[in-house]
């Protein structure tokens, strides 16, 4: 028995509920009479909403606030079709655009939108160019599309600062950016010149170029993998490694500048070396890689710079974005909308009612777009000249960007996702991109580097400074521990409900948190923190 449209009906009427409660005001009535009033009321509005699915956008709901700079909007349109929008106030200086990386790595991880956007909920950030702010999530989209084999994302990819994943040369678009000085852009082509990605060692001052960032040996050469590949390197090849901490992110820094590392050790081995969070490791294969990796010494200082070539649209040479400031970004689809004039794709699908994710932009906000599809009766998609026209036309938006859409298409706000996955349920996806509240860094002066600390409580060793970093191990009490180098940034740093130090562990490094090193009665001085200023979320009803 075809039980759709039966489910139809009762979508449009949670739908409609949900609108009308979204529209009122944050203050909900308390008395019992006033309550059951509200809600007999807005039955009875659903259930006229229900019954007239074709009717004109409804164009009044109001904007949401979800935290100070970004608001959220549900749209009902003819057709009928749903449209979940969040803006992002480009000159609210307390809210960012950050990437999300599915299962944290660009080497294999898939997760869903709302895994995502609770893992980096909390987490740090390099906001600011160094490390110690905390980003809270207010709202998360999917990303862009991604090799199904490989689960690695089409296109680059720009995390916190990291130059993730390289942009493909002259292959068209280079998706959405966020850079450092609050500029959103969506660009075009792009270059990644080979003698202009290289190391060089302070010491002699000899360059050598690397061939690639978190992508597996295809050839012999010099591979550079950062945190975001995954907790460790590839495995199961005979390689030469070298374990590099790094003061910073190693951004898009080009010649003559660079981002300084000290060189912590060179393994020769089969691969799986961790990745620890302020660290990267250097894979050479063949005799020069290995040779050049062979003579370097511990402790030696390198220096790390990587350039991108803007091309602008066409591959015909525009030089008008600066990409050493890149922050954040992800590789797109199809850009429909270009310094407000709408292009025609000729894409497959592309006049086809789906659902959508889009990112769309002007001089004051950036846009997320999720558009719910493959529901008869509730929302039937959108194509991509509708999708252009709904940025242009209602939102006043003058770019736009596709990504990934159908079964992928999801919207997370403050909690929850908002709109209805075509699957019934969230996909697994490869990246995604947030809205971000950023608070400051917190720090602890308990300890300092080369301290020998007692283990008083037990804990996990993991990757990074959070709870949301891979597990390596687990000091007990009675064992002994050592402060160990890091960047001044990430000494003591809070992330995640913790205060977190780098530690030498059982001849490894790793990072755990202050309550496991400090007595039981001094482990609630842990959490005397300033109040964090994210105050205003919670404001959509759940």
């Not at 449209?5 to 909900?28: Q, T």
Request: with cysteine.
């Amino acid at each position: 028995m075809d039980d759709r449209p039966e489910r139809a009906g009762r979508d449009r009427l949670a739908g409609a509920c949900a609108l009308i409660l979204r529209s009122g005001s944050r203050r909900r009535p308390r008395s019992p009479r006033a309550r059951a009033s509200f809600w007999i009321s807005g039955l009875l509005l659903a259930l006229v909403f229900g019954t007239f699915p074709e009717a004109s956008a409804i164009r009044g709901e109001d904007w949401l606030p979800v935290t100070a700079g970004v608001d959220y909007r549900a749209y009902v349109l003819g057709g009928p079709v749903r449209v979940y929008v969040a803006r992002m106030d480009i000159d609210q200086t307390q809210v960012i655009v950050e990437s999300s990386i599915g299962g944290g790595g660009v080497g294999g991880g898939l997760e869903t939108v709302s895994g995502m956007a609770r893992r980096y909920d909390q987490s740090l950030t390099a906001w600011g160019g160094a490390w110690g702010p905390r980003g809270r999530v207010a709202v998360a989209i999917n990303g862009s599309s991604f090799d199904p084999e490989t689960s690695t994302p089409y296109g680059g990819l720009l995390h916190s600062g990291w130059y993730a994943l390289r942009y493909g040369s002259l292959a068209g678009g280079s998706g959405f950016v966020w850079t450092a000085e609050r500029d959103a852009a969506i660009r075009g082509c792009v270059e990644n010149d080979k003698d202009r990605q290289v190391i060089t060692r302070l010491s002699t001052g000899e360059r050598t170029e690397f061939d690639s960032v978190n992508l597996e040996r295809e050839d012999d050469g010099l591979i550079l993998f950062t945190p975001q590949y995954g907790p460790e390197s590839p495995s199961g090849q005979r390689e030469i490694e070298a374990v590099v901490r790094v003061e910073r992110p190693l951004a898009i820094v080009p010649l003559p500048r660079r981002v300084l590392g000290t060189l912590v050790e060179v393994r020769d081995g089969h691969g799986g070396t961790p990745i620890l969070f302020d660290e990267i490791v250097l894979a050479g294969k063949g005799p020069f890689a290995e040779s050049y990796l062979r003579n370097l010494s511990q402790g030696e200082v390198l220096g790390f710079s990587q350039e991108i070539t803007d091309l602008g649209f066409g591959c015909d040479g525009d030089r008008d974005f600066d990409w050493s400031k890149a922050y954040a970004g992800i590789g797109g689809g199809f850009v429909f909308l270009r310094d407000g004039e709408i292009y025609d794709s000729d894409e497959w699908g592309s006049d086809v009612h789906d659902p959508r994710t889009a990112v769309c932009l002007n001089d004051e906000f950036v846009y997320f777009i999720v558009v719910d599809g493959r529901r008869p009766g509730f929302s039937r998609g959108m194509t991509l000249g509708e999708l252009a026209l709904f940025c242009r036309d209602d939102l006043g938006a003058s770019w736009g960007l596709n990504q990934d859409g159908g079964g992928s298409s999801a919207m997370w706000v403050d909690g929850q996702i908002v709109n209805n996955p075509s699957d019934g349920h969230e996909r697994p996806i490869a990246n995604g991109l947030l809205m971000m509240s950023v608070g400051p860094a917190v720090r602890s002066s308990r300890f300092s580097e080369g301290f020998q600390v007692d283990v008083q409580l037990p804990g996990d060793v993991r990757l990074g400074p959070g709870g949301n970093q891979p597990v390596l191990g687990q000091a007990w009490p009675g064992e002994v521990v050592r402060i160990a180098p890091t960047a001044p940034s990430l000494r003591g740093v809070f992330a995640n409900g913790s205060f977190w130090w780098k530690v030498e562990y059982a001849g490894e490094l790793g990072w755990i948190a202050e309550q496991s090193l400090v007595r039981p009665g001094d482990a609630l001085g842990v959490f005397q923190l300033p109040t964090p200023p994210w105050s205003g979320f919670g404001t959509l009803s759940h």
